[in-house]
Protein backbone atom coordinates (compact mmCIF):
# COMPACT_ATOMS: atom_id res chain seq x y z
CA UNK A 1 0.00 0.00 0.00
CA UNK A 2 2.84 2.33 0.37
CA UNK A 3 4.09 2.13 -3.21
CA UNK A 4 0.80 2.94 -4.03
CA UNK A 5 0.10 5.87 -1.98
CA UNK A 6 4.00 6.56 -2.90
CA UNK A 7 2.93 6.40 -7.08
CA UNK A 8 -0.25 8.61 -6.63
CA UNK A 9 1.84 11.44 -4.34
CA UNK A 10 3.99 11.74 -7.42
CA UNK A 11 1.29 11.47 -10.11
CA UNK A 12 -0.21 14.42 -7.72
CA UNK A 13 2.65 16.60 -7.57
CA UNK A 14 3.28 16.38 -11.99
CA UNK A 15 -0.39 17.30 -12.25
CA UNK A 16 -0.05 20.00 -9.78
CA UNK A 17 3.44 21.12 -11.14
CA UNK A 18 1.83 21.02 -14.67
CA UNK A 19 -1.11 23.58 -13.66
CA UNK A 20 1.00 25.81 -12.05
CA UNK A 21 3.52 26.04 -15.23
CA UNK A 22 0.58 26.38 -17.35
CA UNK A 23 -0.23 29.82 -15.56
CA UNK A 24 3.42 31.35 -15.30
CA UNK A 25 3.75 34.78 -17.21
CA UNK A 26 5.02 34.44 -20.59
CA UNK A 27 8.92 35.21 -21.41
CA UNK A 28 8.86 39.39 -22.08
CA UNK A 29 9.41 39.17 -25.64
CA UNK A 30 12.56 42.06 -26.76
CA UNK A 31 11.28 44.88 -28.59
CA UNK A 32 12.80 46.96 -31.56
CA UNK A 33 16.62 48.11 -30.31
CA UNK A 34 17.69 51.32 -31.57
CA UNK A 35 21.37 52.42 -31.50
CA UNK A 36 22.53 55.72 -31.37
CA UNK A 37 26.64 57.32 -30.74
CA UNK A 38 28.34 59.82 -29.82
CA UNK A 39 31.83 60.65 -31.44
CA UNK A 40 33.58 63.40 -29.17
CA UNK A 41 36.80 64.55 -31.30
CA UNK A 42 39.22 67.06 -29.18
CA UNK A 43 41.93 68.51 -30.77
CA UNK A 44 45.62 68.74 -29.07
CA UNK A 45 46.87 71.38 -31.67
CA UNK A 46 47.95 74.00 -30.28
CA UNK A 47 46.02 77.91 -30.25
CA UNK A 48 42.69 76.48 -30.91
CA UNK A 49 43.87 75.58 -34.29
CA UNK A 50 42.12 72.32 -34.56
CA UNK A 51 38.80 70.95 -34.81
CA UNK A 52 37.37 69.67 -31.65
CA UNK A 53 33.68 68.42 -32.50
CA UNK A 54 30.62 66.51 -30.45
CA UNK A 55 29.19 64.39 -33.19
CA UNK A 56 25.86 62.68 -32.64
CA UNK A 57 24.00 60.29 -35.31
CA UNK A 58 20.49 58.89 -34.01
CA UNK A 59 18.84 55.92 -34.61
CA UNK A 60 17.91 57.43 -38.12
CA UNK A 61 21.04 58.24 -39.68
CA UNK A 62 20.32 62.41 -38.81
CA UNK A 63 23.77 63.95 -37.65
CA UNK A 64 24.16 66.13 -35.22
CA UNK A 65 27.79 68.47 -34.65
CA UNK A 66 28.26 70.67 -31.61
CA UNK A 67 31.89 72.89 -31.50
CA UNK A 68 33.61 72.33 -28.24
CA UNK A 69 37.10 73.60 -27.44
CA UNK A 70 40.40 72.31 -27.96
CA UNK A 71 42.70 70.84 -25.28
CA UNK A 72 45.35 73.35 -25.81
CA UNK A 73 45.53 77.47 -26.30
CA UNK A 74 48.44 79.31 -27.29
CA UNK A 75 50.07 78.93 -23.22
CA UNK A 76 49.39 75.11 -23.36
CA UNK A 77 47.11 72.95 -21.59
CA UNK A 78 43.81 74.52 -20.65
CA UNK A 79 41.88 72.84 -17.75
CA UNK A 80 38.88 74.89 -18.44
CA UNK A 81 38.44 73.87 -21.87
CA UNK A 82 38.74 70.43 -20.72
CA UNK A 83 36.53 70.90 -17.74
CA UNK A 84 33.90 72.83 -20.51
CA UNK A 85 33.64 70.03 -22.69
CA UNK A 86 33.48 67.50 -19.98
CA UNK A 87 30.42 69.33 -18.94
CA UNK A 88 28.48 69.56 -22.88
CA UNK A 89 29.12 65.38 -22.83
CA UNK A 90 28.04 64.95 -19.25
CA UNK A 91 24.90 66.86 -20.26
CA UNK A 92 24.34 65.03 -23.21
CA UNK A 93 24.46 61.70 -22.02
CA UNK A 94 22.13 62.87 -18.90
CA UNK A 95 19.54 64.13 -21.35
CA UNK A 96 19.87 60.77 -23.37
CA UNK A 97 19.41 58.72 -20.32
CA UNK A 98 17.00 60.67 -19.43
CA UNK A 99 15.09 59.32 -22.61
CA UNK A 100 15.40 56.26 -22.03
CA UNK A 101 18.44 55.62 -23.63
CA UNK A 102 21.36 52.85 -21.95
CA UNK A 103 25.28 53.10 -22.53
CA UNK A 104 26.15 50.24 -23.66
CA UNK A 105 29.86 51.09 -24.89
CA UNK A 106 32.53 53.59 -24.31
CA UNK A 107 35.64 53.33 -26.65
CA UNK A 108 38.46 55.85 -27.44
CA UNK A 109 41.67 56.54 -28.98
CA UNK A 110 44.50 58.76 -29.90
CA UNK A 111 45.95 60.30 -32.84
CA UNK A 112 49.28 61.88 -32.14
CA UNK A 113 50.74 62.53 -35.23
CA UNK A 114 54.39 62.27 -36.39
CA UNK A 115 57.58 63.33 -35.02
CA UNK A 116 57.89 66.05 -37.69
CA UNK A 117 54.23 68.02 -36.27
CA UNK A 118 52.12 68.87 -33.38
CA UNK A 119 48.73 67.06 -34.91
CA UNK A 120 46.83 65.48 -32.91
CA UNK A 121 43.44 64.07 -31.64
CA UNK A 122 41.74 62.55 -28.50
CA UNK A 123 38.54 60.47 -29.98
CA UNK A 124 35.76 58.89 -27.38
CA UNK A 125 33.13 57.11 -28.99
CA UNK A 126 29.76 56.08 -27.00
CA UNK A 127 27.31 53.62 -28.09
CA UNK A 128 23.98 54.27 -26.45
CA UNK A 129 21.38 51.33 -27.02
CA UNK A 130 17.65 51.74 -26.44
CA UNK A 131 14.83 49.10 -26.35
CA UNK A 132 11.17 49.63 -27.59
Known amino acids: MKKNQILMLGIALIAISSILYSFRSPAPQ ?16 PGGAGRSRMITIDENGKTDEV ?15 IREN ?24 VFS ?20
Open 67 to 81: KINNFFSLTGINFNN
Open 86 to 109: DQTVTNEIQELTNQGWELEHISSG
Open 30 to 45: PGEVKWLQITVVESVI
Open 113 to 132: GNQNNTNGIFLTRYLFKKVE
